[in-house]
């Protein structure tokens, strides 16, 4: 088992376009608009020379007639930047594809004897670490004095003792106390590969271990053997 101080600095994520977002009928009001014209056109042809549209009336239509042509460009200029952004975000997600990344959790995978977590603590404390099977059994416990910041812990499926654990999911719970006795709040993260990435929702969905999770998600990546 092993804990270490995290060097590299945690990487930003791009946020997921909303699936809920409203969605403009372009086509409705393209017919709007073309009725509209029509309608102004066939007005001013038909009007009565001795009694012509009313200034005031006809600026208000021709305002009008803006205001519709506006809306029609920004749609089509919102539906490309939709496109583009989901494009970027495949791309993004296409190239996380066999990397090693960090997600919250407390759920690793235990795979050729290595199963990693990064915790965080806000201050010095003793720390007792816990890691159970996916059937409850606890398959390692030990105390370390853990600093404040991000840390790894890894471990290496050897249990107190001297079990070889099989390859699988295993939980860890780290619970603390500082050196007046007050517990510690300590968050725990989870280091897993991508196996595959899902294009279809809106957001792309990347698999780590058998589960799902999103570009926001993702809080590190991770490069072993460097």
Known sequence: MAISSLLAPAASSLPATSANAPVVDKQSIANNFTTFLQL????????????????????????????????????????????????????????FVGATVVVDGSTARLDNGRAAWSFSSPRPASATFSIKSATGEVAYSGTFAINPGV???????????????????????????????????????????????????????????????TLAQIKRIVRHGL
């Open 40 to 95: 102004l056109t066939t007005q001013l042809k038909n009007q009565n020379p001795l009694d012509p549209l009313d200034t005031n009336q006809f600026t208000q239509q021709l305002v009008q007639f803006a205001q519709v042509e506006q809306q029609l460009r920004q749609n089509g200029q919102l539906a490309s930047l939709v496109a583009l952004e989901k494009t970027a975000q495949s791309t993004t997600a296409l190239a």
């Open 151 to 213: 840390q790894n812990f890894v471990w290496d499926g050897r249990g107190n003792n001297g079990r070889i654990w099989t390859p699988g999911d295993y939980t860890l719970t780290v619970t603390a106390k500082d050196t007046s006795g007050q517990p510690v709040a300590v968050s725990t993260e989870v280091e897993g590969l991508v196996d595959s990435v899902d294009l279809t929702p809106n957001s792309p969905i990347l698999s780590v271990a058998g589960k799902n999770y």
